[in-house]
């Protein structure tokens, strides 16, 4: 685990992702009812996106979680980002593509609201709006954006 958490802290001295804080909520109100079916419910603008459902969390120790949405055949992009104490950290899009390979757009502002009764019962319920940096057209808008209700594993 301690290894794990010096490999985080070399990677994100290498990559100047762009953190922000955490908006903690008493409750987060909203439509969460997606989350009978799915843990995300999302939209987003970036390169091979045809929609994604399911965000997954992971605690990698006491003030770390690790946060991912999941690929599939028709969706290459994936939100990937850590929550450490009260900061989103390393918040990006990795674009694993068919045509280009691997690919990371660093975010540049964010915001993300986060229920803390849920996170103290081990539950990720959050509401965020994230935008990336697209150096292929700095004109086009990237973002993601949208709910998240989801067991921390």
Not at 34 to 42: E, G
Request: charged share 25%; with cysteine; glycine share 4%.
């Amino acid at each position: 685990m301690k290894y794990t958490v010096l490999l985080l802290g070399f990677v994100f001295c290498l990559f100047p992702f762009k953190d922000f804080d955490i908006q903690w909520v008493e409750n987060l109100d909203g439509d969460f009812s997606f989350s009978r079916k799915h843990s995300l419910k999302c939209e987003a603008w970036c390169y091979e996106y045809a929609g994604a459902d399911e965000m997954k969390a992971k605690r990698l120790s006491k003030d770390t979680i690790e946060c991912y949405t999941l690929a599939n055949t028709a969706t290459h992009s994936t939100l990937n980002f850590y929550i450490i104490n009260n900061v989103v950290s390393n918040p990006r899009i990795e674009l694993n593509s068919i045509v280009d390979g691997k690919l990371i757009y660093e975010c540049n502002e964010g915001n993300i609201k986060i229920d803390k009764k849920a996170m103290q019962k081990g539950i990720l319920k959050a509401e965020f709006d994230m935008k990336f940096d697209h150096p292929e057209n700095p004109d086009k808008l990237m973002f993601w954006k949208g709910k998240i209700y989801t067991k921390i594993n």
